[in-house]
């Protein structure tokens, strides 16, 4: 892929000691400034982020953007824990959470940041789960996670799951208190929490007031809807306006032929 094309960013944000290779793919500074929850989406230009029928549908969503793929790992690679929601987790049946499995061709690089930034070779990986319903047999849940769920999803999970998976129930019935969950993983040392659950998690996060910052790639690509509920966009779940207004901030833009790399800061609209 060709570097990433800077066209703006506020001063001051945090910079880590980035490899010469990422420095140079993402075409300039990047750093977290922890502790913090940011999350991570692509959309389509009429705003789609997820459809429903389909698995891997951020691959359908980005257009299959290499870039967009190298963001991600490079998300990934600042990450404490990534932070999943089951519904994430059953439509990539297959992937884990990895910085190089987003973007294997960096994967050197993406060690050596992790490294620098004394973090473990891999984040942790956690799922929201309400009713405990997750395949024992997916490949992220056997490599080792905890389970942030009720008390009947802790009930159902019990004995199904890999040992190396910690099923840790938090209040809520009917979903899992975003809240009690966000306080978990700091509890756990985890300062930099990478959300990349989809928009009913994400809606009840930015809902909650704990949503930091937002990573966010404009496809050029338009989906259309015609079937309710088929097509999901950015926010699910939640109403934010009028009532709640909270306008982003603008913090950096990059782009790649016709695809936009967005950064925004989030004002808690809690």
């Known amino acids: 892929m060709s570097s990433l094309e800077l066209l703006y960013e506020v001063d001051g944000l945090p910079a880590f000691d980035l490899p010469e290779e990422l420095a140079t793919l993402y075409g300039g500074r990047f750093g977290l400034a922890p502790p913090l929850v940011y999350a991570n989406f692509v959309e ?97 849940l056997e490599r080792g996670a905890v389970v942030l769920t009720t008390e009947q999803g802790a009930e159902r999970c019990r004995g199904r799951l890999a040992s190396a998976v910690e099923v840790v ?25 990478l959300s990349e659950a989809g928009p009913h998690v994400f809606g009840s996060l930015l ?36 009532g709640r207004a909270a306008p982003a901030r603008l913090l950096g833009v990059r782009r790649d032929d016709a695809h936009l790399f967005l950064r925004y800061g989030i004002s808690s609209p809690a």
């Open 44 to 140: 389509t230009l009429d705003g789609v982020v997820a459809i429903r029928s389909e698995p891997r549908t951020n691959r359908i969503v980005s257009g299959n953007s290499e870039t967009d793929r190298f963001v991600m790992g490079l998300l990934r690679a600042c990450a404490d824990v990534v932070l999943l929601g089951s519904g994430t987790l059953r439509g990539s049946p297959a992937s884990v959470w990895t910085a190089e499995r987003a973007y294997p061709a960096a994967a050197d690089a993406f060690a050596e940041l992790r490294s620098r930034l004394g973090l473990p070779p891999e984040p942790a990986l956690a799922v929201l789960t309400a009713s405990g319903s997750l395949d024992p047999a997916h490949p992220a």
């Open 207 to 242: 809902a909650a007031g704990l949503v930091d910052e937002l990573f966010l790639t404009v496809s050029p690509l338009l989906a259309g809807r015609s079937e309710p509920g088929g097509r999901l966009g950015l926010v699910e779940g939640e109403e934010l306006l009028p």
């Open 169 to 193: 129930p938090l209040p809520g019935e009917t979903a899992v208190d975003p809240g009690a969950a966000v306080a978990f993983l700091r509890e756990r040392g985890h300062r930099t929490i």
